[in-house]
Each structure stands twice: as structure tokens, then as C-alpha cells.
């Protein structure tokens, strides 16, 4: 039997939380319950006492953060329209290998505009309508979204962006027109009519294309 003592193994204490990261695990919690409930139970119903349910966070703890409901639905309110923009860029970086871009990228944009989070954003344009406050805070916020929107889809299609005067039109015309279609597929969704929209903007575009490359 061998005489040899074991070595101890020193504890290693659990590292903890920085101030910095428990206050922002608190903001995302509160982000994400804000987001779930506006789309779950609409603008009107997402409460204080709501949001502090769904995120697990007391009311004191909310308020630690924000002054207000409206604070922090408009604190949301950026929060959702950055993930959408920031999804919208690194999904459109598979245009590199796409054999046809323009189908790829309007695929996509369909895509980006019924994520779950576009719910969210809708919830807060059509409340705005009734709402002077959130109306006012969000209209930087669209129009940041917006600018980040046409700036991205000028680098994906620069050559268009110098040769069309009415780029940001054709570009905003094609968003709004998936915008609509998902806010209707809320009640209703035909994938066959998808398809066919779908057809009928890609002629749309490539005859856009052409007249642009013919000017």
C-alpha cells in the first residue's frame, strides 16, 4: 500500500456575475418578455405586470432600468428593429454563391419580413397610429431602419444604386410589398399565390435590371 498522501485539488470558486453582465442579462430578459408579449397579447396588453411575468423580473427591478412602460417598449422598439436589419445583412451574404442573386435575395427578404420579430415591429407601427408618444420615438427608429435598409441593398447591388435615380423607390416598393404580404398571411397564406407574387416581382426586377443596364 503505497504511503503516498494525496494532493489536495484546490476549489475554484464560481466566477461571478459582473454588475455589467447582470444588468444586461436583465434588459434582454425584459427585451425579449416586452417582444413576446406585444406579439402575443398586442400593444395595448403588454403591461407592466405582464412584461415583469413573462421576463421573471419584479416591477422594482424593471424600473431600476427604465422610468417608464413606454421607456421600455421603445427601448424594444430598437432593440428588434437592429436584430432584423443585423439577420437581414448576414442572410443576404449568401448572394455571393447564389446562382441567381436576384431570386436569392428576394427570397430571403420574404424571409426576413415574417420572422417573429417583424410581428413585434408591426404591433408597434399600427399602435403608433393611436399613440403620440411611441409615434414620436419611433419615427427616428424607422427612419434609421430604413437608412440602414438602403444602404445595405446599395452594397449588394452597387452598379444598380449609380445607374438608377429611382433605386431607393424600387427597393422600398419590393419591401413594402413583402411587409403586406406578411401582415396578411396573419389570417391567411397560400403558398401556391406566394410563389406566383414571387414570380411576378422577379420579372419585375430582372425587367428593372435590364432597362437599367440598357440605359
Not at 417598449?73 to 430598437?78: C, D, E, G, K
Request: charged share 25%; proline share 3%; with cysteine.
Amino acid at each position: 500500500m503505497s504511503n503516498a498522501q494525496a494532493v489536495p485539488v484546490p476549489l475554484i470558486a464560481p466566477t461571478r456575475r459582473t454588475q455589467s453582465q447582470r444588468k444586461e442579462e436583465t434588459m434582454r430578459k425584459l427585451f425579449d418578455a416586452t417582444r413576446e408579449s406585444l406579439i402575443e397579447v398586442g400593444y395595448a396588453n403588454t403591461s407592466v405586470s405582464q412584461i415583469c411575468k413573462r421576463s421573471g423580473v419584479s416591477h422594482g427591478g424593471l424600473f431600476r432600468h427604465f422610468s417608464s412602460r413606454i421607456d421600455l417598449i421603445i427601448a424594444v422598439a430598437q432593440d428588434v428593429s437592429n436584430k432584423l436589419i443585423d439577420l437581414y445583412q448576414a442572410r443576404f451574404e449568401e448572394l455571393t454563391s447564389a446562382k441567381d442573386p436576384f431570386e436569392t435575395a428576394l427570397l430571403l427578404l420574404r424571409q426576413n419580413c415574417r420572422e417573429r420579430d417583424n410581428q413585434a415591429w408591426f404591433e408597434l407601427l399600427v399602435a403608433a397610429r393611436g399613440d403620440e408618444t411611441l409615434q414620436q420615438a419611433m419615427i427616428p427608429i424607422w427612419a434609421e431602419n430604413r437608412a440602414r435598409t438602403l444602404e445595405y441593398a446599395s452594397r449588394v447591388f452597387p452598379d444598380l444604386r449609380q445607374s438608377r435615380p429611382d433605386f431607393d423607390s424600387f427597393i422600398e416598393s419590393i419591401v413594402n410589398q413583402f411587409h403586406g404580404e406578411a401582415i396578411n398571411a396573419f389570417i391567411f397564406s397560400d403558398g401556391e399565390a406566394d410563389e406566383r407574387r414571387l414570380r411576378v416581382i422577379l420579372d419585375f426586377v430582372r425587367a428593372y435590371m435590364s432597362a437599367s443596364i440598357k440605359e
